[in-house]
């Protein structure tokens, strides 16, 4: 079934009001991420330190799979991580500059009828909505590589024991 402009419209405006209904607990949620990703990085910079010492003092034996997985993951994380800021900044200037337009024709002495007044609305919606899922966004790949590399670290040291 094909659906109209308006009704896509409408489910967007729907969910990014959604989004800022459910922003505190998103933020809940975005703090808890942050205290578990701050301590999963504790975890494994303490877990890798006994490597990293023992690649310093004998390099051809050190486990070059373990040395370039602490290279590639971090950069994959954050270059994620930085792929979603600028999905979100390309989406602000979007709608950003149609509200500049649309205000634009009235400082010119324009008129803006029914319609356009509502897709001002719909586009400041979407801005707000975009700025408040923006943090959860952001941390989301970093977060999941460090409490995932702090499981696997784990379980490898529990099973070398």
């Known amino acids: 079934m094909r659906r109209s402009k308006s009704e896509v419209v409408m489910k967007s405006a729907v969910e990014n009001g959604m989004i800022l209904w459910m922003w ?3 933020a809940v949620e975005l703090a808890s991420d942050w ?3 701050m301590s999963s990085a504790r975890s494994v910079i303490e877990m890798r330190m006994p490597l990293i010492s ?3 003092i004998d390099p051809f034996n050190a ?3 373990e040395l370039t997985r ?3 993951e971090k950069t994959s994380a954050f270059g994620r991580s930085q792929r979603s800021i ?3 900044r390309e989406r602000l200037r979007k709608t950003g500059g149609a509200n500049a337009r649309a205000f634009g024709r009235l400082w010119e002495g324009g008129w803006l009828n029914w319609s356009a007044w509502t897709q001002v609305a719909e586009r400041n919606l ?3 909505a975009t700025l408040a899922a923006l943090p959860t966004a952001a941390l989301a790949p970093v977060h999941s ?5 702090a499981r696997r670290l784990r379980a490898k040291g529990a099973a070398k024991r």
């Open 70 to 72: 602490m290279l590639t």
């Open 86 to 88: 600028a999905s979100a």
């Open 145 to 149: 590589a460090a409490t995932m590399n």
């Open 126 to 128: 979407e801005i707000w």
């Open 24 to 26: 505190p607990l998103t």
């Open 54 to 56: 023992a690649t310093l």
């Open 35 to 37: 205290v578990e990703t």
């Open 63 to 65: 486990d070059q799979r």
